[in-house]
């Protein structure tokens, strides 16, 4: 199971600051992370922090977009743009490195998000995100053992 956290505190006690961070740590790791923020929050088009460090989401997720399904939309064009760089051999190949898109979901500001968003980011941790992918074995690359 995964864990969802909530980091709260009062204004300019460094949420976003501590957020990037976090981000920024995933992409130096070699891993990934797939940034979130809300529509709903105007004053950039970035996520940034008064301090001065910034990123471009992935998504902006208006207030009455489901979250699961523009988590899943994002995935999979990560994993179509990417599909000449990998060597897959299989649906089990494909599965692993779809999962390795996001291995972290990060929303700033999340007071902007409905009701019905944070208990679907709770089933995201409880449960991941399933796709089935709508291809057979013989769309694969033939297996040259």
């Not at 006690?13 to 990934?32: D, P, W």
């Not at 709903?40 to 979250?67: C, F, N, Q, W």
């Not at 494909?94 to 089933?123: H, M, P, T």
Request: aromatic share 8%; proline share 3%.
């Amino acid at each position: 199971m995964s864990k969802l956290y909530f980091n709260y505190g009062t204004v300019a006690s460094s949420k976003t600051l501590n957020l990037l961070a976090v981000y920024k740590n995933y992409e130096l790791q070699g891993r990934n992370a797939i940034l979130i923020r809300p529509q709903m929050d105007t004053r950039s088009d970035k996520v940034e922090s008064r301090a001065g460090l910034s990123a471009e989401p992935d998504i902006t997720l208006g207030s009455k977009d489901d979250i699961l399904l523009k988590i899943k939309d994002y995935m999979i064009t990560k994993i179509y743009n990417d599909h000449n760089k990998l060597e897959v051999k299989s649906l089990e190949e494909l599965q692993k490195e779809f999962n390795k898109v996001a291995e972290a979901v990060i929303v700033d500001e999340s007071q902007f998000l409905s009701v019905e968003q944070i208990k679907d980011l709770r089933s995201l941790s409880a449960t991941g995100i399933f796709i089935q992918f709508p291809i057979d074995n013989a769309h694969l690359p033939k297996d040259s053992a």
